[in-house]
């Protein structure tokens, strides 16, 4: 394989390539330029030249149109894509990188053929009223990868059609947006905002308790984190913690209205007699070791309570039923729920050992963001979002 990918790079001098870097700011903007000769915007990139590779082409044209400088380690893949234009074919390279404000700061044209510049949220992209090329519209429908596509490339956004394949063969059909086969869908997992009781530090399991004002105001931050995403749907378990921490995280994001499913099957773990006491206190009388493996272990007892492998055997079935199908179809899906219903879901999604789940753990404030493509049932790539916030007795 190796060969081969060398093979096909080096045969890319020997035909005419292009390369572009999509900035987003720490707002999830899309930096664009508007250049003189071009009816559209588009992202600062332009030619590989021979004996160059795609990369350094596109943080070259980075330099010479916005100068600013952009480290190659900072630098990700969003995708390639083939285009057809005055018959040949071409390849375009579309990079992402996170720039600072000390970077947006330092933005000045310098190549004389741009004329403007200016930030793009994916909302704004979505709408349609500027002319576009593909590269900022699979941004905003969070596509990337191979494209199986060609474009006609006359310079005018407004005549590029992109052809993606639909078998696998030579059949093909049109669309004003850029569709991947096996496109992937995410699933944005979190934990519910600091609750009544999680500031008390009792043990809640089932108890039905509300968000303090800090976890609220902690969810809405959050949520900010999620502006630059659309959501097909929403689950959340049966208590109502986590109904006021979506309702908080969707406030951030400035998102109206979003489908949403409340799922018992994403409950909290039950802590029977333990609930309501005193977490601190019920440490001391127990001791540690005790105290651990019923916080922490995988199938440590609990009277008339629940392991996590119990939790676990009540989320994973219900996810592989319910969210997998929808994941694995391409839709971005939003999960909120608790700290043991996620440790049991994280635990299946990241293939932990039974013997190293004790040093799993779903903190407050952290956006875990999984990938899925329509070939497999585990994830294909994992990152995460979070915000500062002061710690509970959680």
């Known amino acids: 394989m190796r060969a081969e990918r060398r093979q096909w790079l080096e045969s890319l001098d020997a035909r005419p390539s292009g390369a572009a870097v999509l900035l987003e700011d720490v707002e999830g903007r899309a930096l664009i330029v508007k250049a003189n000769?071009?009816?559209?915007?588009?992202?600062?990139?332009?030619?590989?030249?021979?004996?160059?590779?795609?990369?350094?082409?596109?943080?070259r044209e980075v330099k010479d149109e916005v100068g600013i400088v952009i480290n190659p380690s900072d630098v990700s893949l969003m995708g390639v894509a083939q285009r057809m234009g005055d018959g040949f074919i071409t390849y375009q390279f579309i990079f992402t990188a996170s720039i600072k404000e000390s970077q947006v700061k330092a933005i000045s044209p310098h190549d004389p053929e741009i004329e403007e510049w200016r930030f793009i949220s994916k909302q704004e992209v979505l709408k349609g009223e500027l002319p576009l090329?593909?590269?900022?519209?699979?941004?905003?429908?969070?596509?990337?990868?191979?494209?199986?596509?060609?474009?006609?490339d006359d310079d005018n956004a407004d005549t590029e059609t992109i052809v993606f394949s639909t078998t696998g063969g030579d059949e093909s059909s049109s669309s004003d947006t850029p569709v991947r086969k096996g496109a992937s869908g995410r699933l944005f997992i979190t934990r519910h905002g600091e609750s009544e009781w999680n500031l008390q530090g009792k043990?809640?399991?089932?108890?039905?308790?509300?968000?303090?004002?800090?976890?609220?105001?902690?969810?809405?931050?959050?949520?900010?984190?999620?502006?630059?995403?659309?959501?097909?749907?929403?689950?959340?378990?049966?208590?109502?913690?986590?109904?006021?921490?979506?309702?908080?995280?969707?406030?951030?994001?400035?998102?109206?209205?979003?489908?949403?499913?409340?799922?018992?099957?994403?409950?909290?773990?039950?802590?029977?007699?333990?609930?309501?006491?005193?977490?601190?206190?019920?440490?001391?009388?127990?001791?540690?070791?005790?105290?651990?493996?019923?916080?922490?272990?995988?199938?440590?007892p609990v009277p008339d309570g629940e392991t996590l492998k119990d939790v676990y055997a009540r989320v994973v079935p219900y996810f592989e039923t319910e969210i997998l199908p929808r994941l694995q179809d391409?839709?971005?899906?939003?999960?909120?729920?608790?700290?043991?219903?996620?440790?049991?879901?994280?635990?299946?999604?990241?293939?932990?050992?039974?013997?190293?789940?004790?040093?799993?753990?779903?903190?407050?404030?952290?956006?875990?963001?999984?990938?899925?493509?329509?070939?497999?049932?585990?994830?294909?790539?994992?990152?995460?979002?979070?915000?500062?916030?002061?710690?509970?007795k959680a």
């Not at 000769?37 to 943080?59: N, R």
């Not at 699979?138 to 990337?144: L, T």
Request: hydrophobic fraction near 40%; charge should be negative.
């Open 37 to 59: 000769y071009k009816t559209y915007w588009a992202l600062p990139g332009g030619m590989v030249d021979t004996e160059e590779s795609p990369l350094v082409a596109a943080l």
């Open 203 to 300: 043990w809640t399991g089932l108890t039905d308790v509300g968000l303090t004002e800090k976890g609220i105001s902690d969810t809405v931050r959050l949520g900010q984190l999620l502006k630059d995403t659309t959501f097909d749907v929403a689950y959340t378990s049966a208590l109502k913690r986590t109904h006021q921490t979506l309702d908080a995280l969707l406030k951030g994001a400035e998102i109206t209205t979003l489908p949403t499913i409340h799922a018992a099957e994403l409950n909290e773990r039950d802590y029977g007699t333990l609930t309501g006491s005193d977490k601190w206190e019920v440490k001391d009388q127990i001791g540690e070791e005790a105290f651990n493996g019923i916080r922490r272990g995988w199938d440590y």
């Open 133 to 152: 090329p593909w590269s900022l519209k699979a941004w905003a429908h969070d596509q990337s990868g191979y494209f199986e596509t060609a474009i006609a």
């Open 330 to 392: 391409g839709e971005n899906v939003l999960l909120v729920a608790h700290g043991n219903s996620i440790r049991a879901l994280v635990k299946y999604l990241d293939q932990i050992p039974d013997d190293k789940v004790a040093d799993l753990e779903m903190p407050f404030g952290k956006i875990l963001v999984y990938s899925f493509d329509h070939d497999h049932a585990l994830p294909v790539d994992k990152a995460e979002r979070s915000v500062d916030i002061s710690p509970t």
